[in-house]
């Protein structure tokens, strides 16, 4: 049995084993009292732990879909719960479902996904700019890279920066394969083990686990509608004088929201009090409607670092992001990206630079984000009607981070485990891993009926009190 | 005044200096005496530091082709050298030559590259797979890759490795983007600050540079044409408990030796006694005649890690390599590959995948190594023919290590200007940077006219005594 488990997800490994069994059961319609291979052994196919494998089949166990067997093992549960029979969930949208079962995040609809759906993809102008590319540009098709990326693709990035009032000279656009191994030379060529920088709470997994790989302490610092808690943000400069604060301007992940003008300038100036090194990760600016607050607008010197991505809107197949930074620190980081992986693919940022030097990457986001804002007004009534609170009331991007009257965790998953719903996991969005009872909802799968239909279903639910 | 510096060469920064500002001078004929900009704009434009730039001009000053001028700064001497004067030295052939200056390796004819020239690249199956995968694939356009890379691919280079006697499950193959990022990885997981690691000596400069990176202590063993001296490794081995040795096994960079079978048995009887890792770094695999004695093929515990790469053959742009190691080790790595990258292009490696599942690389490398042959048997008479001494006799990649007759470094690289040829540095090869009077020859540069009339004016300076 294979259960494709995504290292890469925001679902902790063991809810996705526990996801992966229950769609094994669900969809090959395993017969009852069906005894599992060992958990040795699905934990050796699927490069696994056995202890992770084992803590799965015990939730499993738990949740009645599972039973334990006499002497060792799992077998498939003899009276198996009512959404675990005959049903392949394919009711709620055939297409859909296919798409979903295709995903590597396999178990229901990803509402809390931190991507666009497949179904949003439009291959058309991407295929296009590909082919050109591999008809036309031979150096693109065979030789390394410059050390800083694509002099073409640098360009381009610069000029639309500019747009964000974003001032940047080519020279100090690195390119890199995407935001997290622009966040990675970041991290090799400024930090050491011990270090210890500020981090947004609730904030993004893939962040946490990267400073963690560097040895740096994380400090958390709360993240309100508008922006970083500044008072609180202040106490941790004076109390332990981080090197570094690690912050989402825009569409903040998880919660959506963004950077004030006002906190933007506060931030600066704390800054500057503490020489702090801000790394401002905007990889959903492309997603933003209007231009907003950048904190690389208004450094006037060289304490911001930003760092984008096209992981999110054009393809995340491509791996191509970027970092902005002074030249003295981009010439830094570009020996780190040579040495550590001889620079990124020139065939690749010829795709990008084409897209963007044509305009087709312009519409594109442009068609994503009126698609997104369509959806999120729905999305925003759906929640109103289901009595969910939300966070803040988030303009553009992707998320909306909600917060729904089902007060206990286990009986809200298990409405969306019986409308084909997967959620976020409950932890993966603190630094220190602790427990939240709000939920990233991706715009672009709210409106999906299986979605409605939890959200309706947590509102049939006793209300929680507030 | 823009001087193209590639920093992944092998030729070191300064020497770049020297060679872009003589191109500048000889190409657009500078006219004597003409004044140059100030190192400080020429640092500063070429995102050099001063020191290296004011090295290079002391340096021109020494050959006679700068003067310092009264004050500060440097201009075009009054007299320059004859090979400096009127000639672009396009006489050599102008499509060659053409390609060489769009080459961002300037300055040359690259005699030492490592890698094939650009006139050797075959852009049609390439440009082919790419429009199919462009065309019909639409998660390989849009999607993140699987952790450990895409499964398709895995499975062809674990078929070809089988090729070669080396035992791979899919699981044990770990995709990265290209050799420098596998060695990475491998360092990253296995290695930590103040670690020391045996290496061969003469060796390859991004090996190194990559150690400096993470801290790890260098011990040198001399390389023999038969493979490391394995008394000397014993002697490292008892003095110093080293945690690992990199080597080269086939094609060694850069003296295109092989490792013989009784000495790759001795290296891995050393490692089960000395409990040492084995870092075989197999590159130039594809380009070996016959299969030869891997160590990954003799190993029968977890002592061996394997690490290949397509760049060498197919393409540099793609950023296409691997590693092959136990699968705990490739879980290890691939967790350390997700959260520093979010894991290599899916895009490029279906492209892999397609060209390997189709016989269309086999069928390149095949062409390349008998084009290789040829060179390499008439590159061996004309060196022969100029009294140069090789370094064993290699049999198949693309290096020949050899020594010429002319006993002074300085009148070897005048013969080499005068020739419109470009030598590797002679301190790249060394861990310690130590200079060295062998010279790494790409055999596919050396049947340019350039390369030998080169060979041809060395045999007429007066002989070295040996």
Redesign the interface.
């Known amino acids: 049995m294979e259960l494709r488990i995504?290292?890469?997800a925001m679902v902790p490994v063991v809810q996705q084993i526990v996801d992966g069994l229950t769609e094994w059961i669900v969809q090959e319609q395993v017969p009852p009292t069906t005894r599992l291979p060992s958990v040795r052994q699905i934990a050796r196919r699927n490069?696994l732990s056995q202890s992770c494998v084992m803590e799965a089949c015990e939730r499993l166990v738990a949740q009645g879909i599972l039973a334990s067997r006499q002497g060792s093992g799992f077998m498939v549960a003899a009276l198996l719960p009512d959404y675990c029979r005959g049903s392949n969930g394919s009711e709620a949208g055939d297409e859909q479902h296919g798409r979903v079962t295709?995903?590597?995040w396999r178990g229901g609809l990803k509402l809390g996904a931190g991507v666009l759906p497949?179904s949003w993809?439009e291959?058309d102008d991407?295929?296009y700019a590909?082919?050109q590319?591999?008809?036309a540009d031979?150096?693109?098709?065979?030789?390394?890279?410059?050390?800083?990326g694509l002099p073409a693709l640098r360009e381009q990035i610069a000029k639309r920066l500019g747009l964000l009032d974003i001032k940047a000279l080519d020279?100090q656009v690195l390119t890199t394969?995407?935001a997290?191994?622009a966040l990675?030379l970041i991290m090799r060529t400024l930090f050491k083990a011990g270090d210890c920088v500020v981090v947004e709470t609730p904030g993004h997994a893939?962040l946490f686990?990267?400073l963690r790989?560097h040895g740096i302490r994380m400090l958390e610092v709360r993240r309100t509608p508008s922006g970083p808690d500044i008072e609180a943000l202040e106490a941790l400069l004076q109390q332990f004088r981080p090197t570094a604060l690690f912050i989402n301007s825009h569409h903040h992940n998880p919660t959506g929201s963004c950077l004030a003008p006002a906190v933007a300038r506060q931030v600066l100036q704390l800054s500057r009090t503490y020489d702090l090194r801000v790394i401002e990760d905007d990889v959903y600016a492309d997603l933003h409607n209007g231009s907003g607050t950048r904190l690389a607008a208004l450094d006037d010197g060289e304490r911001v670092i930003y760092v984008g991505s096209f992981?999110k809107t054009l393809?995340?197949?491509?791996?191509v992001g970027f970092v902005l930074a002074s030249?003295k620190l981009?010439?830094r980081m570009?020996?780190?990206k040579?040495?550590?992986?001889?620079?990124?693919?020139?065939?690749?940022e010829a795709v990008l630079a084409g897209l963007l030097a044509s305009g087709a990457y312009r519409k594109l986001v442009q068609r994503q984000r009126q698609r997104l804002s369509t959806d999120r007004v729905a999305a925003l009534q759906a929640l109103e009607d289901a009595d969910w609170e939300v966070f803040g009331k988030p303009t553009g991007g992707l998320f909306i981070w909600a917060r729904s009257p089902v007060a206990d965790e286990a009986r809200l998953r298990g409405h969306a485990l019986r409308c084909g719903v997967q959620l976020s996991c409950a932890t993966s969005f603190s630094p220190s891993g602790e427990a939240c009872d709000w939920q990233r909802i991706n715009v672009a799968y709210a409106c999906d009926p299986r979605a409605r239909q939890f959200f309706r279903d947590t509102a049939m639910d006793r209300p929680r009190t507030f």
């Open positions: 995504d290292r890469q490069l295709q995903s590597p497949e993809r291959p991407l295929s590909i082919r590319v591999a008809r031979m150096a693109s098709l065979f030789n390394y890279n410059d050390p800083l020279e394969a995407g997290s191994h990675d893939p686990e990267l790989l992981s393809s995340s197949s491509l791996r030249d981009i010439e570009a020996r780190v040579m040495i550590s992986c001889m620079g990124t693919s020139r065939f690749c």
